[in-house]
């Protein structure tokens, strides 16, 4: 079936350190990825999103890039910062016309100064 | 733009009780709304889809007569957990759909507690 792949948490970084955050997915056809983050006591906010193969979302310094090889959207950011903490959720959405997303089980993010 | 709202933001409830939970799409109309359950720690799953004017679309496992979906217009889809008992205790989130690329924005989540 359709799922999502994410390292689990928590992740602990010291400010201005290297994230990754691994994601892998498995899905018939042709799915977008998407990387949500959920900052404390907040509601889901769309990251950023890569619809085909090679492409390549960016947002707030964040990265992923969707390869269709390893079937994975790695998140990275070259330097975090300790406002990045965070809870963050990889997704796919199946191709088709479908507007279903399926989410990985999220990786918290804690940056400390 | 395109901002979600649920209300109440929290609800602890006795068991045996209903509780209606409500999702609005504030500066937007969406014909689609989907309503999500987080586990503690875990990730969000989909519940139902909410279509405007119609009925619901339950995913395989969720009651549509525990959950009851209403999507009465194109601004407000409302989740009453019927007879609700300690298993329910959960995080609810909704989203509604908008734009080109049908992205869905998420409201801020309802917790619910059952005593």
């Known amino acids: 079936g359709n799922s999502v792949t994410q390292m689990e948490g928590p992740v602990t970084l010291s400010e201005e350190a290297f994230l990754t955050i691994n994601c892998t997915y498995t899905?018939?056809?042709?799915?977008?990825l998407f990387w949500y983050v959920q900052y404390p006591g907040e509601g889901l906010q769309l990251l950023l999103k890569?619809?085909?193969?090679?492409d390549k979302g960016s947002n707030k310094g964040f990265e992923a890039t969707y390869r269709k090889e390893t079937t994975s959207f790695h998140l990275e950011k070259g330097s975090v910062q300790v406002s990045d903490s965070a809870v963050y959720f990889c997704a796919l959405r199946l191709s088709g016309g479908y507007n279903k997303l399926i989410f990985g089980a999220g990786t918290r993010l804690a940056v400390h100064p | 733009g395109a901002v979600v709202s649920q209300h109440p933001s929290r609800v602890i409830c006795k068991s045996g009780t209903s509780v209606k939970i409500e999702c609005r799409s504030l500066d937007f109309q969406a014909t689609t709304m989907f309503w999500y359950r987080q586990f503690p720690k875990k990730s969000l799953m989909l519940m139902a889809t909410s279509n405007e004017g119609s009925k619901a679309t339950y995913e395989q496992g969720v009651e549509k007569d525990k959950f009851l979906i209403n999507h009465a217009s194109l601004t407000l889809s409302t989740l009453t957990v019927t007879s609700a008992h300690p298993e329910d205790s959960s995080f609810y989130i909704c989203?509604?759909?908008?734009?080109?690329?049908?992205?869905?924005?998420f409201g801020p989540g309802t917790r619910l507690t059952v005593l």
């Open positions: 890569a619809t085909k193969a090679d």
């Open positions: 989203s509604a759909v908008a734009g080109a690329d049908n992205e869905q924005f």
């Open positions: 899905a018939t056809g042709y799915p977008s």
